[in-house]
């Protein structure tokens, strides 16, 4: 039987042997915690590499995820399908093992880590998610929701502010499900961190109300497992594991410094190492005993078996609760939805209040919310100025998951993180409220969650100068145009009830994409709709007023701009000057459309146009074309009532009607 060095060791020849082959990675970091690996993997991890996908797994984050290699080894080994090639190929062009870990359920890569901190706050997301789906479905007798989420962290995560964010909500949470690694060694990319890292780490966490256990060797097995059954025995608080370890460990020349850190180690110090901690087997050779201990599949074949039969009898017992946890895992919506979300957007539609899409928001929510148990809602300290807040939430707290709300306290960055966390897990549907200037904040964790594919929905209020005496600090400018360049992402600006209506409906039936739902704080009017133009919306752009005769121009608007746009064109009509209106709430979702549709609702033919949005105008070019404009801000706003500001800043009908009648 192998020895437990023998195990952690395969760990560090395979990370070695990748790193040197692409001749660039990050070797220090799986050297130096693959003792700790190995004891939570044997030991105590509970998976099935036979089935990634098994619910009830336990979710393991590499949070410091430059050391990736770590996790493919860790992969391979215990049986999960990712073949010795692909180690071969670490960080070539097609391979499955990235230089960071990117998310592919398939593998057994939970999330796609490597932005420091993210995968710390991702996997507060993921015991979240486990405490309060058990809430929701658990019964005496049925533990069918009971996993624990371990992270692997280092210095790095620890010194960016997102881990406080994500860390102090953690233990205000008392999530005692998650554990976490720290693996202090002591060096970053610049050397040595006691030139510029000095907290107490322990004293921090326990600050945030976390269990600590310090100063654990991170190269004793035994002292690791001992840390570990001190960690799951604590179940009120998540756990910091502080280990001490040696980043390369076992290179002779190299282990302790900077130089194992982002380098090959070199081909001198890799035959070294292997005479070093007494591994005489040739690159990516892992001897058949060696092979057959790291074989996890048996072992995780038996847990989830013993899991299914517990489901089989709770679906006897609890059958509706069954079947609704059934779908809520597949990430399907529920029976009819298609007819009640019909309904749902037409009776909404319906109203001829004027209100701020922020509340418009608010009302789709009181109408899906009751559909969907899914929804997990919060915000960053905003709940009563976002509407995030609907009829159906209920508070999640310390001791009571049972609800669908988080207050999130004014976290931003670590608010969306989280998100992606919650959506990542699975049984969620995360939506997160902010200002959207301050989507600066959260800028990282929104384009991680448009790489992973991850359909949270992020709805970002007071959208414009519109917020008014709140002033340029507080009111985004470049935002918009800024959260378009991000791919896979949509973001919907809705100009009234029924835009805003179908754009969370487009957000609600997202598999693989997340939206920015864009809302302001001051209200606006309905508009006027035949049943025709009320399901084009979907489309991201359509018509939505036509002149009575000739065309001469197209004015193009988003948001609180259409109103306007709609009042130019009025007032142009007067003159003999007919001007459609297109409404474009979402460019991702019109520029998605077959060319025919493009055409209809822009006619080439028709080279006067005019886009009207209040923020920088950048978006709104290849719309109008050389022989258009645009009305935008090209200047930060002002501390002044909504009213004052769009006169200053030219958003009148007047003024757009002018500038139309200058391009004819």
Not at 117 to 129: D, F, S
Not at 264 to 284: C, Y
Not at 302 to 316: K, L
Not at 517 to 523: D, E, I, K, P, V
Request: charge should be negative.
């Amino acid at each position: 039987m192998p020895s437990r060095r023998d195990l952690a060791n395969a760990i560090r020849a395979l990370s070695m042997d990748a790193v040197q082959q692409a001749n660039s990675g990050h070797p220090g970091m799986p050297m130096g915690m693959a003792d700790i690996a190995e004891v939570l993997w044997n030991d105590f991890l509970r998976h099935n590499p036979g089935n990634p996908h098994w619910p009830n797994r336990d979710r393991f984050v590499v949070s410091n995820g430059h050391g990736s290699m770590l996790l493919y080894s860790l992969l391979h080994l215990s049986g999960y399908p990712l073949e010795m090639d692909e180690i071969r190929n670490f960080r070539q062009f097609g391979s499955r093992t990235a230089g960071h870990p990117e998310y592919e359920p398939e593998m057994g890569v939970e999330t796609t880590t490597g932005p420091l901190g993210q995968g710390l706050a991702n996997a507060v997301g993921m015991a979240i998610a486990e405490r309060v789906l058990a809430a929701h479905y658990n019964r005496p007798g049925f533990e069918l929701i009971d996993h624990h989420t371990w992270v692997f962290t280092g210095d790095g995560c620890l010194m960016e502010g997102v881990s406080h964010e994500a860390c102090s909500l953690a233990g205000t949470l008392g999530l005692g499900k998650l554990i976490v690694f720290y693996d202090d060694n002591g060096i970053s990319i610049d050397g040595e961190v006691e030139g510029w890292f000095t907290d107490d780490t322990p004293a921090r966490f326990e600050a945030y109300g976390w269990h600590v256990v310090p100063g654990v060797d991170g190269h004793d097995p035994e002292a690791v497992k001992a840390a570990i059954e001190a960690a799951k025995a604590e179940t009120g608080r998540p756990t910091l594991i502080c280990c001490r370890t040696v980043i390369g460990w076992g290179a002779p020349n190299k282990e302790g410094t900077e130089a194992t850190h982002g380098a090959a180690l070199g081909a001198d110090e890799v035959a070294a190492t292997r005479k070093n901690i007494g591994w005489p087997h040739d690159p990516f050779v892992i001897p058949e005993d060696i092979r057959a201990a790291w074989d996890g599949r048996e072992r995780g074949a038996a847990a989830e078996a013993a899991w299914a039969e517990r489901m089989a009898a709770y679906a006897r017992e609890y059958p509706q609760q069954h079947a609704e946890l059934q779908r809520r895992l597949a990430g399907e919506l529920p029976a009819g939805w298609d007819t009640a979300a019909d309904e749902a957007v037409a009776a909404l539609a319906t109203s001829d209040k004027a209100v701020a899409t922020r509340k418009a928001s608010e009302m789709s929510l009181d109408a899906f919310g009751p559909m969907l148990p899914e929804l997990i809602g919060g915000s960053a300290d905003l709940s009563g100025s976002n509407n995030t807040f609907f009829k159906g939430s209920r508070r999640i707290a310390a001791g009571d998951f049972a609800g669908n709300y988080l207050h999130y306290g004014v976290r931003e960055f670590g608010m969306t993180a989280i998100m992606n966390g919650l959506a990542l897990h699975g049984g969620f549907k995360p939506y997160g409220g902010t200002f959207l200037v301050f989507s600066d904040y959260a800028r990282n964790a929104v384009r991680m969650a448009a790489l992973m594919r991850q359909p949270v929905t992020l709805v970002y209020t007071h959208d414009s100068i519109g917020l008014g005496e709140d002033g340029p600090t507080h009111q985004p400018i470049e935002h918009l145009a800024s959260l378009r360049l991000i791919p896979n992402l949509r973001v919907w600006r809705p100009c009234d009830l029924a835009e805003t209506a179908v754009a969370w409906r487009d957000a609600i039936e997202s598999r693989s994409t997340p939206t920015v739902l864009a809302l302001s704080r001051q209200n606006l009017p309905p508009q006027a709709r035949s049943a025709q133009q009320l399901a084009a919306i979907r489309r991201g752009g359509y018509v939505l007023h036509r002149p009575a005769g000739e065309e001469h121009g197209i004015i193009i608007a988003s948001g609180s701009e259409v109103a306007l746009a709609v009042a130019a064109a009025t007032a142009l009509a007067d003159e003999g000057i007919g001007v459609r209106v297109v409404s474009m709430p979402c460019i991702e979702a019109f520029r998605a459309q077959d060319a025919a549709w493009r055409q209809e609702v822009l006619p080439a033919a028709i080279k006067a146009r005019l886009a009207v949005e209040a923020g920088v105008p950048d978006s709104w070019y290849p719309f109008v074309g050389d022989a258009g404009d645009v009305v935008g801000m090209e200047g930060f706003g002002a501390s002044a009532p909504a009213g004052a500001l769009f006169e200053h800043f030219g958003f009148t009908a007047a003024h757009v009607a002018a500038k139309l009648k200058a391009l004819l």
